[in-house]
C-alpha cells in the first residue's frame, strides 16, 4: 500500500540553526500538507501547496518557514533559525484528486525535531 | 472560523467496556467527518470517515454518525480491547477548495487497562 514517507524520524539541533525537514508523499497525489504537533497539543495545521504555490498557511508559517517540492516526488519543510519553541513532531501529509471530494488526508509518521 | 471541539481526556477504560468520545463542530459548509487515531509513537491514521449527514463511518468495531442537526461526530465501541489505547482526533474537511485542509480537535488520549 503506498505510504507517505518522512525524513529524518527525529533531529537534535541548536537553536538559531537551519533544519530541512523531508517528505515523499504518495505518487500521483497533487495536495501537499504540513501539520506539527507540540508534544501534548493538538495537530495544527502549518501549510498546504498545489500546483508548485503554497494554497494556504496558517499565521504558524511565518516568515521563517518555507516549503519546497525541488523534484518530482520530494516536498521538504525548512525553517531557517530554529527556536525552543519550534521543538514539535512534524507531520508530512498528501492528497490525491480521487480523495478530493472526501477530503481524506494521507500522513507521514512525522519528523520529531527538539531544539536545544 | 471552522472548529473542532472533542471531550477532555484522558480517558480510561476497562477491557470489555463501552466507549463515547464526544465531537462537535462548527462549520459553515458541508465538511466531511474523520476520526483519526495516533497509536504511541506512531503517525495519524484515518479510522473512519463519514462524507455527508447520517452516514455512518465504521471501522475495527469503531462506529460515529454524522448528525447534522446536533453537528456532532461521537465515537464509539461496544467493547474496547487494551490495543485500542491510543490518541483519538476527530477532524473536519476544509471543504472551501478542492485542496482544504483538515481541521483537528484536540485529541483524546484513551488508556485501556486489562
Known amino acids: 500500500e503506498p505510504e507517505v514517507t518522512q525524513t529524518p524520524s527525529h533531529q537534535v539541533t541548536q537553536m538559531g540553526q537551519e533544519v530541512i525537514l523531508r517528505c515523499v508523499p504518495i505518487?500521483?497525489?497533487?495536495?501537499f500538507y504540513w501539520y506539527r504537533q507540540i508534544l501534548g497539543q493538538k495537530v495544527e495545521f502549518l501549510v498546504s501547496f498545489y500546483n508548485n504555490e503554497i494554497s494556504e498557511k496558517s499565521e504558524i508559517f511565518d516568515d521563517q518557514f518555507s516549503v519546497e517540492r525541488p523534484d518530482g516526488s520530494n516536498f521538504t519543510l525548512k525553517i531557517r533559525s530554529t527556536k525552543l519553541e519550534d521543538s514539535a513532531m512534524y507531520f508530512c501529509?498528501?492528497?490525491?484528486?480521487?480523495?478530493?471530494?472526501?477530503?481524506?488526508?494521507?500522513f507521514g509518521e512525522g519528523s520529531r525535531l527538539t531544539v536545544l | 472560523g471552522d472548529s473542532v471541539t472533542q471531550m477532555e481526556g484522558p480517558v480510561t477504560l476497562s477491557e470489555e467496556a463501552f466507549l463515547t468520545i464526544n465531537c462537535t463542530y462548527t462549520?459553515?459548509?458541508?465538511?466531511?467527518l474523520f476520526w483519526y487515531v495516533q497509536y504511541p509513537g506512531e503517525g495519524l491514521q484515518l479510522l473512519l470517515k463519514a462524507t455527508k449527514a447520517d452516514d455512518k463511518g465504521s471501522n475495527k468495531g469503531f462506529e460515529a454518525t454524522y448528525r447534522k442537526e446536533t453537528t456532532s461526530f461521537h465515537l464509539e465501541k461496544g467493547s474496547v480491547q487494551v490495543s485500542d489505547s491510543a490518541v483519538y482526533f476527530c477532524a473536519l474537511s476544509d471543504g472551501h477548495n478542492q485542496g482544504g485542509k483538515l481541521i483537528f480537535g484536540q485529541g483524546t488520549e484513551l488508556s485501556v487497562k486489562p
Open positions: 501529509a498528501s492528497r490525491g484528486y480521487r480523495n478530493a471530494g472526501t477530503g481524506e488526508l494521507f
Open positions: 505518487s500521483n497525489h497533487l495536495y
Open positions: 462549520a459553515t459548509g458541508y465538511p466531511s
